[in-house]
């Protein structure tokens, strides 16, 4: 349980773990992350093959949660030494498995569901470089996409019937096992379609625009297809992603908001780049700030600001009884008969003077 044993005796091995690489093109190297092997020596195996000019591709497994912290802080720390040695890295969950298989799974089949990642992985890429195609994708566009450093997902799905090319494609990048298996930031990406020969051209286009869709704008993507007509009418997609580190996933640019204060005249007010600025204000305070941007305009100087509090309270009064006007008290005007001037003189309200009386003379 001891990591750096393991490394002291693949750094012993050196020469023949170096033998048994010769002449290979691509290596996978497997690994249980937490233990002392394969946390020890994956690193060094990977170092030898990476010198020896090997296209190399990690595939490791996390421990559950429930092996402890030390545990999971070994198995983290090996992974981030593979995968400065490696092409390409895929990490395996197997706290996932609760997640895909159920509490109730069984706990062979749960493993084996962890080792058809494994599988998938390695036969997908197998079937890309070997199998001849329509268009067909060699080692070299392998290694193209292989060779964008970081984490990767590898994944496969085959799906018949109606809407077979999307569902091929959704399922091929939906690995629920893998770690850090969001496309957004793929630089690399190679897609292989498998069909008998009733694949239509319109499903390749499904298939490639559900995959970029997922990549950067500017990640590769290399695409090829192959015919297999013992599949009958299902339709199998193989995705390998790569560079989906975040450090070199595209950024974007992300939207501004800006607010503008407009009129009906749709005349030119200031930007407004928060929303504390599009709150309204008092009457008195926009007064205020409209004349001292109508002087300014004028390039005569500000007017003076109106700093008067504003009563709220007053406005509970109808506006014709609040009117300024009402404080002068009415008078007879000198068409008014005599008899409204009496009735004034008697004590009667202006109001209680009939109109005809006060603009009618004798």
Not at 46 to 51: C, F, H, L, P, Y
Not at 330 to 340: F, I, T, V, W
Request: hydrophobic content about 45%; aromatic content about 4%; glycine content about 8%.
């Amino acid at each position: 349980a001891k990591p750096e044993v393991g490394a002291a005796s693949a750094e012993q091995a050196r020469s023949r773990i170096a033998d048994a690489l010769q002449g290979a093109h691509m290596v996978f190297i497997t690994a249980g992350m937490g233990g002392g092997t394969g946390t020890g020596a994956a690193p060094v195996v990977a170092q030898v093959a990476k010198e020896m000019g090997i296209l190399t591709v990690g595939v490791i497994s996390k421990p559950f949660d429930f092996e402890g912290i030390k545990r999971l802080k070994v198995a983290e720390l090996g992974a981030q030494e593979l995968e400065k040695h490696v092409d390409s890295l895929i990490v395996v969950l197997n706290e996932k498995l609760f997640e895909v298989m159920g509490e109730d799974a069984e706990f062979d089949k749960a493993f084996a569901c962890a080792d058809d990642v494994l599988h998938n992985a390695v036969s997908g890429i197998a079937e890309i470089i070997n199998e001849q195609g329509l268009i067909n994708v060699d080692f070299e566009d392998v290694k193209t996409v292989m060779s964008e450093q970081g984490k990767a997902m590898m994944g496969t799905a085959t799906v018949s019937g109606m809407d077979r090319a999307r569902l091929a494609a959704e399922a091929a990048v939906a690995s629920p096992l893998l770690e850090g298996v969001d496309l957004s930031g793929a630089r690399g990406v190679l897609v292989n379609i498998t069909a008998s020969r009733s694949l239509k051209l319109s499903e390749t286009r499904e298939v490639m625009a559900a995959i970029r869709g997922y990549a950067a704008e500017d990640a590769t993507v290399i695409f090829g297809t192959v015919y297999d007509d013992s599949l009958g009418d299902a339709l199998r997609v193989t995705v390998v992603a790569t560079g989906l580190n975040g450090s070199q996933s595209l950024q974007k640019d992300q939207p501004q908001l800006i607010w503008r204060a407009a009129t009906g005249t749709n005349d030119a007010s200031p930007t407004m780049t928060t929303l504390g600025d599009f709150a309204p204000t008092s009457p008195a305070a926009a007064m205020s700030r409209n004349a001292a941007q109508a002087s300014s305009a004028m390039g005569s100087s500000p007017a003076a600001p109106i700093n008067a509090a504003v009563d709220y309270g007053q406005f509970d009064v109808p506006k014709v009884f609040r009117n300024s006007r009402e404080s002068v008290p009415p008078s007879l005007g000198a068409d008014s008969s005599p008899q409204a001037k009496a009735m004034l003189e008697k004590g009667a309200d202006y109001y209680e003077i009939p109109a005809f009386l006060r603009k009618q003379a004798d």
